[in-house]
């Protein structure tokens, strides 16, 4: 595991009142997530009461994203696997998890599109549900979403990424309207098993249906 955050985790937060200035890595990593500095402003989003990180919509000047304190995963050709549960609040462009070291998104929402580095598939969100998301891939050839239990067509494999934005892209752009509720990466494609172990584990803890 290379990057593990968990909102029901208060130790894990440094906050000034209700906004987050650093969110650590639970994964043993030491890849924390600190406040975007992007501008010359803070950008933090807030930690709501029920130990749930809330990263609000904005402009590309207002963004709220948290960025990783170092690369991981490593770049093109890495297998990687991803699992995000969270919930929009509004139709916009979301980016879940942006990459510092690159122009693509890593996980990127349009009204109903699910983009993972720079491979797009239909697959509709709608507001106001949480989901646990994730994404394994062998870095070549095959990258298989999933949605709760469901998975979707696999498609050509979509570049690993560099490092980890959360809640805006690469460029601090694309702020995440919704709640982040725990974010799990690796740096291989997980087994079915472990798969279905990592997805089976956020839908009970966070009462996805």
């Keep these: 595991m290379t990057l593990w955050v968990d909102a029901a985790d208060a130790s894990t937060f440094t906050l000034t009142g209700a906004l987050v200035e650093q969110w650590n890595d639970k994964s043993?990593?030491?890849?924390?997530l600190t406040k975007s500095t992007f501008g010359g402003f803070d950008r933090r989003p807030t930690k709501t009461g029920n130990s749930?990180?809330?990263?609000?919509?904005?402009?590309?000047n207002n963004n709220k994203?948290?960025?990783s304190t170092e690369a991981f995963l490593g770049l093109v050709g890495n297998a990687y696997s991803y699992y995000v549960c969270w919930k929009r609040t509004a139709d916009n462009d979301d980016y879940v998890i942006g990459?510092?070291?690159a122009i693509y998104a890593y996980l990127q929402y349009t009204l109903d599109r699910w983009i993972v580095g720079d491979n797009s598939?239909?697959?509709?969100?709608?507001?106001g549900a949480a989901k646990v998301k994730s994404a394994r891939s062998d870095g070549l050839t095959e990258l298989?979403?999933?949605?709760?239990?469901?998975?979707h067509a696999s498609t050509a494999a979509a570049a690993g990424f560099s490092g980890a934005t959360i809640g805006c892209s690469n460029t601090y752009a694309g702020p995440l309207a919704g709640t982040i509720y725990e974010?799990?990466?690796y740096s291989a494609r997980l087994t079915d098993a472990q798969n279905l172990q990592n997805v089976s584990y956020l839908m009970n803890r966070w009462g996805v249906a």
Aim: proline letters at 0%; hydrophobic letters at 45%.
């Design 65 to 67: 994203g948290l960025v």
């Design 99 to 101: 990459n510092t070291g």
């Design 28 to 32: 043993g990593a030491g890849h924390h």
């Design 183 to 185: 974010v799990m990466c």
């Design 52 to 60: 749930v990180v809330y990263v609000t919509d904005g402009n590309n």
């Design 121 to 127: 598939a239909v697959v509709a969100m709608a507001a």
């Design 144 to 151: 298989v979403r999933q949605t709760n239990l469901t998975a």
